[in-house]
Structure formats: C-alpha cells, structure tokens
C-alpha cells in the first residue's frame, strides 16, 4: 500500500517557467491537500479539494493552480515560477468517516529551488 | 479563524529526561487535534490525535498528549527521551465540520536530544 505519492522529490526552476507538482494517493480519500513548509513557519495550506471537481483555496493560493479530475489525483500547478516559491511542498489525503475523521496522510514532500 | 502557538521553537533535553512540548490552539468550535513528527528529509507521521471522547490520549513511541478545553491546550508529552526522538514535532487543528481536512499548523518545535 503506497499511501501518498509524490514526484518529483527534488526539482530545480528558474523564474518563469512553469510546473506540475504531482500527487497520487491511493486510499480512496475524498479530501486532499496541498501544503507548503517554510523554515519557523510550520506547514501552510495552499489548495483543498474534497473531491473530485471540487477545489478550494487555502490560506497562500497565489501562484498555484489546482485541478481534481479523479479521486486519485491532485497535481499543483506553478503558472510561472517565482523565488519565493522556493520550499518544499507536501500533498496530504484524508476521509471523513461515519464516526470520526482519518488523520491526514502525508507524502514525502517535494523540495522545489526556483533560482 | 484557527490559529496555532507552539511555545519554544528549540527544546533540549538530556536522554532519559521529559520531553514536554506545548501547544495552544484558538479555534471557535471543538476541534480535531494532531500531533505530527518529521524526522529530516522525510514526511510527517502522526503521533497522536484527539477527536473525542477521553482527553488524555496516547501515541506511538510512547508519546501522549492531553486535551484541556479550558486552558486551549493540547500539549504533548513523553517521560523518558531517547536519541531516536530527536526531530521536529507540529501540533495541528482541524476545527471539523465544513472545515474538515483543512489544518492549521503551529510552527514547529525542533526536538535536540543530547546523550
């Protein structure tokens, strides 16, 4: 059982050129997440999705563009990179259950370098 | 809004002695409450979570943590260290409901273990 995938895990960019962050998950959850971490400032949402067709933004969306097409699937989309993209990014799944919700899986992260 | 406070971005200890890490959250329902470790270059990994029912919760590698809903607290603790905790440690907040799956980080606690 792989869990939450993500590729690439180390990506290198120069400002201005575009990407597709890819996650897969196969757990069958509705909810999944994308997240970026930077140093002292824990992990911070970027786009949500409760299921496929349905997305929403986060608390730092600017820059990212998402899309759910399967219930597997949840790639994030830089349009046009930009230094302060420079983090490393992590996909989540969860699923809310009949009695109490699932803890958020997480994948490995990618660590992206936009110089 | 949920927002998350983890007091003390460094906490040492010696081996063998308590690991105490605070965390406070302000949330204006009852929420869902994590605890997540990331050992370097890797994922998160759920320690502990509280949803319901009894306030005093116990995780992997010996790991607990108590809900008090008075004092907003969900501070995590562990009575002996050891070397392998050494880690950083996120305290997270799920306030449920039309909000589930969304989480808010605190931001982050870097555990040093000294022999």
């Known amino acids: 059982n792989a869990g939450v995938t993500q590729t690439p895990k180390f990506q290198v960019l120069k400002t201005g050129q575009s990407m597709t962050l890819q996650c897969a998950q196969d757990?069958?959850?509705?909810?999944m997440s994308w997240y970026r971490q930077d140093p002292g400032m824990g992990l911070r949402l970027i786009h949500y999705?409760?299921?496929?067709?349905?997305?929403d933004q986060g608390e730092v969306p600017n820059g990212y563009n998402v899309s759910r097409s399967t219930t597997e699937d949840f790639p994030l989309r830089l349009l046009s990179a930009a230094p302060s993209q420079t983090s490393v990014y992590f996909c989540?799944?969860?699923?809310?259950?009949?009695?109490?919700?699932?803890?958020?899986?997480f994948g490995q992260g990618t660590r992206l370098t936009v110089v | 809004a949920q927002s998350v406070t983890q007091l003390g971005s460094h906490v040492s200890v010696s081996e063998g002695a308590l690991v105490l890490l605070r965390c406070n959250y302000s949330?204006?329902?009852?929420?869902?409450l994590f605890w997540y470790v990331q050992y370097p270059n890797q994922g998160l990994q759920l320690l502990l979570k509280?949803?319901?029912?009894?306030?005093l919760v116990k995780g992997i590698n010996g790991f607990e943590a108590e809900f008090k809903k008075s004092e907003t607290s969900f501070h995590l603790t562990k009575p002996s260290a050891h070397m392998s905790d050494a880690a950083e440690y996120f305290c997270?907040?799920?306030?449920?409901?039309?909000?589930?799956?969304?989480?808010?980080f605190g931001q982050g606690t870097i555990l040093t273990v000294h022999p």
């Open positions: 997270a907040v799920d306030a449920g409901g039309t909000s589930y799956g969304k989480l808010t």
């Open positions: 989540a799944s969860s699923s809310p259950g009949q009695f109490t919700n699932t803890e958020a899986f």
């Open positions: 757990m069958n959850h509705e909810y």
């Open positions: 999705s409760v299921g496929a067709g349905i997305t």
């Open positions: 949330s204006s329902v009852p929420p869902y």
């Open positions: 509280y949803t319901t029912g009894a306030t």
